[in-house]
């Protein structure tokens, strides 16, 4: 027995060529759109976190070295200055131990575009871990209103890191 069937193409293993076909233009277009709007909205989002991380981390960064200068003022029974690189704060900062002794200075940099004032121009750790006057750091980046960092520094070496307002 012939099967009249056996030399038909089956109908359900023939597929339709357009369903095989790539993406039309009106889908890539509506794609692309949703990525702009989506990178719309993240782009500052994410400048943000990146300034606040910056500002933070310089922070950190100066209350260690505030912390490494008096631990190692207490620890050689010498005097250790932090002070700043360059003409001000902005430009880093290090501790410097005295001269003869084989261990380097340490230097810390500001992360970004961050500000660090102070009216000091050095703290000098005496040998007690003690100050001569109470020293003020301000921690800020150049957007306005935003929040920055306080970092007092009492006489005894006590750190107060509070949140500020910058200007």
């Given at each position: ?109 500001p992360a970004g575009t961050v500000t660090v004032t102070s009216a000091d121009d050095e703290i000098e750790f005496l040998p007690s871990g003690l100050i001569a006057s109470e020293v003020e750091f301000e921690v800020c980046d150049d957007r306005s209103g ?22």
């Amino acid at each position: 027995m012939i099967d009249a069937r056996k030399g038909a193409p089956d109908v359900r293993n023939v597929r339709n060529v357009r369903e095989e076909q790539g993406f039309t233009i009106i889908e890539l277009m509506l794609a692309i759109g949703l990525a702009a709007v989506l990178l719309a909205i993240a782009v500052p989002s994410f400048q943000s976190v990146t300034a606040n991380n910056a500002l933070r981390s310089s922070a950190a960064d100066l209350v260690t070295a505030i912390n490494t200068a008096r631990a190692q003022a207490v620890n050689r029974r010498k005097p250790v200055v932090l002070r700043h690189l360059g003409s001000s704060w902005n430009d880093g900062w290090e501790v410097f131990y005295d001269g003869d002794d084989s261990e380097g200075d340490q230097r810390f940099l500001p992360a970004g575009t961050v500000t660090v004032t102070s009216a000091d121009d050095e703290i000098e750790f005496l040998p007690s871990g003690l100050i001569a006057s109470e020293v003020e750091f301000e921690v800020c980046d150049d957007r306005s209103g935003e929040s920055g960092r306080r970092i007092r520094v009492g006489r005894f070496g006590v750190i107060d890191n509070s949140v500020i307002t910058c200007g």
